[in-house]
């Protein structure tokens, strides 16, 4: 692996003394860029599957047990506070101290986005993951062992900083070493972990109706994927592109050789040190505050931030997190029928996620979303009429049921489409070099924005109604269709080359010396 690692080494240091920016510019290499069409038509056998793929499935399998940790830990809160009420009186008598329990970890991790953003790029894909699995364990143990409320939210609010830094870091990393063609199914693989996550921590809270003093190995339980991950990642390979831009060629093409058969090898180590060769240039002006100076970055930021907020606003999280209240506001007064439901929407979002694997690659990130949001907005629309006419007095059990029915499609359309579409989108749209920070800080456009709805929702519903408080969410998703179908370019099987060349193009039109001109 060295004498290869040589070889292409040397390429690099002949390619970076010899290059000439406008005739290797992508620009010019549209079609014969790996992972393009263009590229892959050309060679059909050099594409790669990823179930012919042990490697790579290993490596994403490891990364995406971040997103088990989001999901299992954003689920189980709802029902281990019930038992906590029951061991401290305090947190019983107090709404603040119950709210506080559940939102900290969200508050954790809108900061653990943000720094776990600035953590990727300074320290590699790998440490952050390690540093989010210690942070993560530290916190699942002073939750576990918690002799007071204020301890416990201590416990929360490590966990929630693990959970901000993994949810940049998984999608990242496991984008920078998919094979461009799969690379969507790969990145949604997390998204997969975080609704099994979810789902499985619904179970837990079922299995432990009856146990008193449980929660404890609730909340302790998270900790164990954590200390898997940990040990699992210490014998994992960090991400090749950030080894690139670090310029630790060897090993970079060590980790690409696990995963390319060597015609193609060649083909994407040459384009990486075009890519190499063009940041080098670029690499020495970049400072964190310049981000935004770029118009190109503005574009990106403005699609990736943009989806990452309209997830949120459509209302994902007023499903997942209320669906019992609003299968009871429907009518339906029996606490077992509506944790059942909400168990059943937990198990569709998983599957529905499954579809979206298949038909993200297939269909591609903007045709999915729309199809979602189409879909997301019809169910919004039955609720709100089911719950207008319960409401108006005319309501009957049939509504109730409409009801429900509206939560089942708004789930069967939001999970293949809009749940992993906007992580996808984070994990590719940003060149490498801001890959990190502009990923960490859309994430934490995510958790902004998912606190605010779920602190809003019900206040919003007792305020004007539940019907009415649908049909803003639903007004909402339409300006979500809206602003993908102007804003979001479609990336499906672009290499993160072609990306970046998207962006100049939408920028700077077509003209690349334009860029160079206005820039200067
Ligand atoms: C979202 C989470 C949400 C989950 C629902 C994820 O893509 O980011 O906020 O709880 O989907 O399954």
Redesign the pocket.
Known sequence: MVGLGNKFDEIFRSHCESVDLVSVSPLTMTNSIPGSSGYLDMYPERKVSAFRNPYVMGLTAVASIGGLLFGYD?GVISGALLYIKDDFPAVKHSHFLQETIVSMAGAGAIVGAAVGGWINDAFGRKKATIIADVIFTLGAIVMAAAPDPYVLILGRVLVGLGVGIASVTAPVYIAELSPSEIRGALVSTN?LM??GG?FLSYLTNLAFTQVPGTWRWMLGASGVPAVVQFFLMLLLPESPRWLFMKNRNEEAVAVLANIYDIARLEDEVALLTTQSENDCHKRKDIRYRDVFKSKEIRLAFLAGGGLQAF??FTG??TV?YYSPTIVQMAGFHSNELAILLSLIVAGL?ATGTVLGIYLIDHAGRRKLALFSLGGVIASLIILALSFFNQSSGSGSGLYGWLAVLGLALYIAFFSPGM?PVP?TVNSEVYPEEYRGICGGMSATV?WVS?LIVAQSFLSVADAVGTGPTFLIIAFIAVLAFVFVLVYVPETKGLTFDEVELLWKERAWGINPDAQSLLEN
């Open positions: 954003t998204v975080i609704t979810q997830q949120q994902i999280n997942m979002n749940g992580w995510n998912n």
